[in-house]
C-alpha cells in the first residue's frame, strides 16, 4: 500500500509493490473529440515511427453479437459512431482513453496479439461506453470470435514498449467513502503496473489518474490521510469544484501549484 503522497512516504506492504509516481500532470482527461467523419469512415494513414509507437495491454471484449447483455440500436443494425458501417469481426470500438492515447482516427488500421501470439487485423469503426477504459471491443455479428481475453492493441509494425492500459474499474473499492468516488484499480490493474515497473517501464506513459488508482488500490485511505491533503485538494476538491467543462477542469489541475507537482514525483518510493 502507499502511505503516503511525500517525497519521502513508504510503502508499508510487501517488498515486492511496485511504486507509484504521479509526476506527469500534462493529460489528465481526454481532450474533447469531434462526433463529424466521412460518410465510409476512412482516413489516410499517417506515416509514424514506427520504432518509437507502443502497444497497450488491453482486454478484449466482443459485442453485436446474437443475445449481447448490453444491446444499442445502432450495434444492432451495423451502424459506428459516424454513421459508418461496421464489418463483422473486423471494426472495433475503442474506450476513450485508447483513443486518446493512440491519436486515433476512425477507418484506421490496428493489430490485437492475444495471449497465444495469434495477431487479428482491425479497424476503428465505433466507440465503447464513455465509462469504460482499457478495453477494445470487436463487433462479432455472427458470434464467431468471442471474447478475446487479455492481449495488445498497436497500429500495424509498432516496435515500442507495451505499455499497460488499466481499466480502473474496482467498483467495490470505489464505493467506499475514503475513494470520494475515484476510479480504482483492479487486482488484474495493479498487477500490470507492478509488472510494468518492475521491468523498467516508464511511469510517465501511465497517466495520472490511473497511477492514483493504483495507489487507492493498494491503501484505500490513501486520500483520507494528512499528510496527503494536497493530493485530495489537487486531484479530487478542486476538480470537483470546476467539473462544468473541461477546459476549467484542466484549468484547475493545472493551478494546482509547484508544492504539489515536486510531491507527486515519488510518491510511494521506499
Same mark, same amino acid.
Given at each position: 500500500m502507499a502511505d503516503g503522497l511525500q517525497v519521502t512516504g513508504q510503502m508499508p506492504e510487501a517488498p515486492q509493490t511496485q511504486n507509484v509516481a504521479l509526476q506527469d500532470l500534462s493529460q489528465l482527461l481526454p481532450q474533447p473529440q469531434t462526433q463529424t467523419a466521412p460518410q465510409d469512415a476512412q482516413t489516410a494513414q499517417p506515416t509514424r515511427?514506427?520504432?518509437? *509507437?507502443?502497444s497497450y495491454i488491453v482486454h478484449a471484449t466482443h459485442y453485436g453479437y446474437p443475445g449481447d447483455s448490453t444491446p444499442d440500436s445502432n450495434s444492432a443494425n451495423g451502424i459506428g459512431a459516424w454513421n459508418n458501417k461496421l464489418t463483422d469481426g473486423i471494426s472495433i470500438a475503442l474506450t476513450?482513453?485508447?483513443?486518446q492515447r493512440?491519436? @486515433?482516427?476512425?477507418? *484506421?488500421?490496428?493489430v490485437f496479439t492475444d495471449r497465444n501470439g495469434k495477431q487479428w487485423p482491425f479497424k476503428f469503426g465505433d466507440r465503447t461506453d464513455k465509462n469504460l477504459r482499457g478495453r477494445i471491443d470487436v463487433y462479432d455479428r455472427t458470434g464467431q470470435i468471442g471474447d478475446l481475453g487479455e492481449g495488445t492493441i498497436s497500429r500495424p509494425g509498432a516496435q515500442g514498449p507495451s505499455i499497460p492500459a488499466l481499466e480502473t474499474s474496482n467498483d467495490e473499492i470505489r464505493k467506499q467513502p475514503a475513494a470520494f468516488g475515484m476510479r480504482v484499480a483492479?487486482?488484474?490493474?495493479?498487477?500490470? &503496473?507492478?509488472? &510494468?515497473?518492475?521491468n523498467g517501464g516508464d511511469v510517465n506513459q501511465i497517466p495520472v489518474y490511473d497511477r492514483l488508482a493504483v495507489a487507492i488500490a493498494k491503501d484505500p485511505t490513501f486520500l483520507t490521510k494528512p499528510e496527503n491533503f494536497e493530493a485530495f485538494y489537487g486531484l479530487v476538491y478542486k476538480p470537483l469544484q470546476a467539473q462544468s467543462s473541461v477546459e476549467k477542469f %484542466?484549468? @484547475?489541475?493545472? %493551478?494546482?501549484?509547484p508544492s504539489f507537482v515536486s510531491t507527486l514525483q515519488n510518491v510511494g518510493k521506499p
Amino acid at each position: 500500500m502507499a502511505d503516503g503522497l511525500q517525497v519521502t512516504g513508504q510503502m508499508p506492504e510487501a517488498p515486492q509493490t511496485q511504486n507509484v509516481a504521479l509526476q506527469d500532470l500534462s493529460q489528465l482527461l481526454p481532450q474533447p473529440q469531434t462526433q463529424t467523419a466521412p460518410q465510409d469512415a476512412q482516413t489516410a494513414q499517417p506515416t509514424r515511427d514506427l520504432s518509437k *509507437e507502443p502497444s497497450y495491454i488491453v482486454h478484449a471484449t466482443h459485442y453485436g453479437y446474437p443475445g449481447d447483455s448490453t444491446p444499442d440500436s445502432n450495434s444492432a443494425n451495423g451502424i459506428g459512431a459516424w454513421n459508418n458501417k461496421l464489418t463483422d469481426g473486423i471494426s472495433i470500438a475503442l474506450t476513450p482513453d485508447l483513443e486518446q492515447r493512440f491519436g @486515433a482516427k476512425p477507418g *484506421e488500421d490496428f493489430v490485437f496479439t492475444d495471449r497465444n501470439g495469434k495477431q487479428w487485423p482491425f479497424k476503428f469503426g465505433d466507440r465503447t461506453d464513455k465509462n469504460l477504459r482499457g478495453r477494445i471491443d470487436v463487433y462479432d455479428r455472427t458470434g464467431q470470435i468471442g471474447d478475446l481475453g487479455e492481449g495488445t492493441i498497436s497500429r500495424p509494425g509498432a516496435q515500442g514498449p507495451s505499455i499497460p492500459a488499466l481499466e480502473t474499474s474496482n467498483d467495490e473499492i470505489r464505493k467506499q467513502p475514503a475513494a470520494f468516488g475515484m476510479r480504482v484499480a483492479t487486482p488484474d490493474d495493479v498487477k500490470s &503496473y507492478d509488472t &510494468y515497473v518492475q521491468n523498467g517501464g516508464d511511469v510517465n506513459q501511465i497517466p495520472v489518474y490511473d497511477r492514483l488508482a493504483v495507489a487507492i488500490a493498494k491503501d484505500p485511505t490513501f486520500l483520507t490521510k494528512p499528510e496527503n491533503f494536497e493530493a485530495f485538494y489537487g486531484l479530487v476538491y478542486k476538480p470537483l469544484q470546476a467539473q462544468s467543462s473541461v477546459e476549467k477542469f %484542466n484549468d @484547475a489541475i493545472m %493551478n494546482i501549484g509547484p508544492s504539489f507537482v515536486s510531491t507527486l514525483q515519488n510518491v510511494g518510493k521506499p
